[in-house]
């Protein structure tokens, strides 16, 4: 009776002891002497011994089985010795000085494993697909033994996981060559990276943060330089190379003092890799498996500080609603166009951005056009969330922009607020400016309100203290798009009718129609700026 073991049939009984088999015998003298002296023992069936499980029989048993060491022998790996190699490398030389030609053969390894002479090359012999391919793993004179092996077996695990490994290294050789630095992959991501960005400015500020140019041309026909080169460490190193460590030498420098700046630019530098690495430009890093050293959750986060730790955030200052029909008047009392736009900031609770414009192109100032007087609506093209914005005017701003019709003559351009120059709109700069008129004249204190800060967050507190109205109807009168997909797929409206009385109730408070809750200025009795 037998019992089986790891594809083995073995005898109950232990077998009897075998002289050993010299080892230092070619594989086909141990075969021989395995039938002849060293045979007394015999299984009492064929013996069944997968080569592949040969190695989870028990050692005693191994040795005293003649069988089992023929096999070992005639299936031998690794017979090859970095010794032999290094003569056989001297022999080929030797005859090639003495203009002789060795003659051609493979010397065996073991595992697919050859030394090709004359070549004196590494290759190994695979199927693959039914195909005999046979990759090469350099040349003895360069590669050890120790290497081919490691290749090979390189190799041989490629071919058992479907993946042919001649084809792959000519991929990762085309891969290799296309690598590029992180300087020309920020050239080569800049193009489509600007085609989805809003305005020039931001165009400007991802040229000259990432290559340290304006992307401009001066009279000589050279790249104009920006004033910080932030990146310049990056530039010449390739993409795969680029680690933690450097990506931290660009940030610490600037992460305290400009946070603003030094976070944009890890986000940049973050998209500028993956973008690399994604396009195969970055030599043969696997994408799914890449690890960006820029990324910040997880990463970044523990080795530099949150902007909350650096400094506190600082929102747009603006008054206490209550004191809003004061602060209008006094307004309204200041001289220029300037002080204009600032009353209708207010009256329509807009952004001072949709006013005077970010871009001629994608968001442009406030136009003629863009007002219908008769329904009465202003239609902002695009705003900041980069939708298009119906706001409803009231009965004091529609009184405000014909005033204006008759005081300012219109401009070719048809904006609306006008700046020093013909055809170009008004800067931000020109309402601060009335501001700080109002500052200088001890009508408001100094640091107490800013253009956007009294047109949106007094119009904000004021809706949500001293109305019913619905919070979505005041997020809308604000422009603020919907942070949850769902509602906003299934939003139909932009509540206008709703909107339009709200803000009629605004323009009503902030002119002094409804003076139930107005509130005077605080000022100081005497402030020196």
């Given at each position: 009776?037998?019992?089986?073991?790891?594809?083995?049939?073995?005898?109950?009984?232990?077998?009897?002891?075998?002289?050993?088999?010299?080892?230092?015998?070619?594989?086909?003298?141990?075969?021989?002497?395995?039938?002849?002296?060293?045979?007394?023992?015999?299984?009492?069936?064929?013996?069944?011994?997968?080569?592949?499980?040969?190695?989870?029989?028990?050692?005693?048993?191994?040795?005293?089985?003649?069988?089992?060491?023929?096999?070992?022998?005639?299936?031998?790996?690794?017979?090859?010795?970095?010794?032999?190699?290094?003569?056989?490398?001297?022999?080929?030389?030797?005859?090639?000085?003495?203009?002789?030609?060795?003659?051609?053969?493979?010397?065996?390894?073991?595992?697919?494993?050859?030394?090709?002479?004359?070549?004196?090359?590494?290759?190994?012999?695979?199927?693959?697909?039914?195909?005999?391919?046979?990759?090469?793993?350099?040349?003895?004179?360069?590669?050890?033994?120790?290497?081919?092996?490691?290749?090979?077996?390189?190799?041989?695990?490629?071919?058992?996981?479907?993946?042919?490994?001649?084809?792959?290294?000519?991929?990762?050789?085309?891969?290799?060559?296309?690598?590029?630095?992180?300087?020309?992959?920020?050239?080569?991501?800049?193009?489509?990276?600007?085609?989805?960005?809003?305005?020039?400015?931001?165009?400007?500020?991802?040229?000259?943060?990432?290559?340290?140019?304006?992307?401009?041309?001066?009279?000589?026909?050279?790249?104009?330089?920006?004033?910080?080169?932030?990146?310049?460490?990056?530039?010449?190193?390739?993409?795969?190379?680029?680690?933690?460590?450097?990506?931290?030498?660009?940030?610490?420098?600037?992460?305290?003092?400009?946070?603003?700046?030094?976070?944009?630019?890890?986000?940049?530098?973050?998209?500028?890799?993956?973008?690399?690495?994604?396009?195969?430009?970055?030599?043969?890093?696997?994408?799914?498996?890449?690890?960006?050293?820029?990324?910040?959750?997880?990463?970044?986060?523990?080795?530099?500080?949150?902007?909350?730790?650096?400094?506190?955030?600082?929102?747009?200052?603006?008054?206490?609603?209550?004191?809003?029909?004061?602060?209008y008047a006094a307004l309204a009392k200041q001289a220029g166009l300037a002080a204009r736009a600032s009353q209708l900031a207010i009256l329509t609770a807009t952004r001072t951005g949709d006013l005077r414009g970010v871009d001629r192109e994608e968001r442009p100032p406030m136009m003629w056009d863009h007002l219908d007087l008769t329904a009465p609506t202003w239609t902002v093209p695009k705003t900041k969330t980069s939708v298009?914005?119906?706001?409803?005017?009231?009965?004091a701003a529609v009184a405000l922009l014909k005033q204006l019709q008759q005081d300012h003559p219109v401009d070719k351009s048809g904006i609306v607020f006008v700046g020093d120059k013909p055809g170009q709109p008004m800067s931000n700069g020109a309402m601060l400016a009335v501001r700080d008129r109002m500052v200088e004249a001890g009508l408001i204190a100094k640091g107490s309100a800013t253009p956007h800060g009294m047109a949106?967050?007094?119009?904000?507190?004021?809706?949500?203290?001293?109305?019913?109205?619905?919070?979505?109807?005041?997020?809308?009168?604000?422009?603020?798009?919907?942070?949850?997909?769902?509602?906003?797929?299934?939003?139909?409206?932009?509540?206008?009718?709703?909107?339009?009385?709200?803000?009629?109730?605004?323009?009503?408070?902030?002119?002094?129609?409804?003076?139930?809750?107005?509130?005077?200025?605080?000022?100081?009795?005497?402030?020196?700026?």
């Amino acid at each position: 009776m037998a019992f089986k073991r790891s594809g083995v049939r073995l005898p109950l009984a232990p077998p009897k002891p075998s002289p050993a088999i010299p080892r230092h015998l070619s594989p086909s003298t141990q075969k021989r002497l395995c039938h002849s002296g060293f045979s007394h023992y015999r299984p009492p069936q064929a013996l069944v011994v997968p080569r592949q499980n040969s190695h989870l029989l028990v050692g005693s048993m191994v040795g005293s089985n003649p069988h089992i060491i023929a096999r070992d022998a005639m299936y031998k790996v690794h017979r090859l010795t970095q010794a032999r190699v290094d003569r056989t490398v001297k022999e080929v030389n030797r005859a090639r000085e003495a203009g002789q030609v060795a003659k051609s053969k493979l010397v065996a390894d073991g595992n697919g494993l050859y030394l090709q002479i004359p070549e004196l090359s590494f290759i190994s012999r695979l199927r693959f697909a039914g195909r005999r391919i046979e990759p090469g793993h350099g040349s003895a004179r360069s590669v050890s033994l120790t290497d081919a092996r490691a290749a090979n077996e390189a190799a041989r695990r490629k071919v058992a996981k479907g993946t042919n490994p001649v084809i792959a290294r000519v991929l990762a050789r085309a891969r290799a060559s296309t690598s590029l630095t992180f300087l020309e992959a920020a050239q080569a991501f800049l193009p489509v990276i600007e085609a989805k960005l809003k305005n020039a400015k931001s165009r400007y500020q991802w040229h000259t943060t990432l290559t340290g140019l304006t992307g401009m041309i001066d009279a000589d026909g050279k790249p104009v330089k920006a004033k910080h080169n932030y990146c310049a460490t990056l530039h010449p190193i390739p993409v795969a190379d680029i680690t933690t460590d450097l990506v931290l030498a660009v940030l610490n420098p600037i992460w305290s003092r400009k946070y603003e700046t030094a976070s944009r630019l890890r986000g940049r530098i973050e998209r500028v890799l993956s973008w690399a690495v994604r396009q195969g430009k970055a030599g043969n890093i696997d994408p799914d498996r890449y690890l960006n050293p820029a990324r910040w959750d997880g990463h970044l986060e523990h080795a530099l500080s949150a902007k909350a730790k650096l400094h506190e955030v600082a929102h747009h200052a603006a008054l206490h609603y209550s004191q809003m029909p004061v602060f209008y008047a006094a307004l309204a009392k200041q001289a220029g166009l300037a002080a204009r736009a600032s009353q209708l900031a207010i009256l329509t609770a807009t952004r001072t951005g949709d006013l005077r414009g970010v871009d001629r192109e994608e968001r442009p100032p406030m136009m003629w056009d863009h007002l219908d007087l008769t329904a009465p609506t202003w239609t902002v093209p695009k705003t900041k969330t980069s939708v298009r914005h119906r706001i409803p005017l009231s009965d004091a701003a529609v009184a405000l922009l014909k005033q204006l019709q008759q005081d300012h003559p219109v401009d070719k351009s048809g904006i609306v607020f006008v700046g020093d120059k013909p055809g170009q709109p008004m800067s931000n700069g020109a309402m601060l400016a009335v501001r700080d008129r109002m500052v200088e004249a001890g009508l408001i204190a100094k640091g107490s309100a800013t253009p956007h800060g009294m047109a949106r967050a007094g119009f904000k507190s004021w809706a949500s203290e001293e109305t019913t109205f619905e919070k979505d109807v005041i997020e809308a009168c604000l422009g603020h798009a919907i942070s949850d997909e769902v509602e906003a797929a299934y939003r139909r409206t932009d509540f206008y009718r709703k909107r339009a009385k709200l803000m009629q109730a605004w323009a009503d408070f902030v002119t002094g129609r409804d003076r139930s809750k107005v509130v005077p200025l605080p000022l100081p009795a005497k402030t020196k700026f």
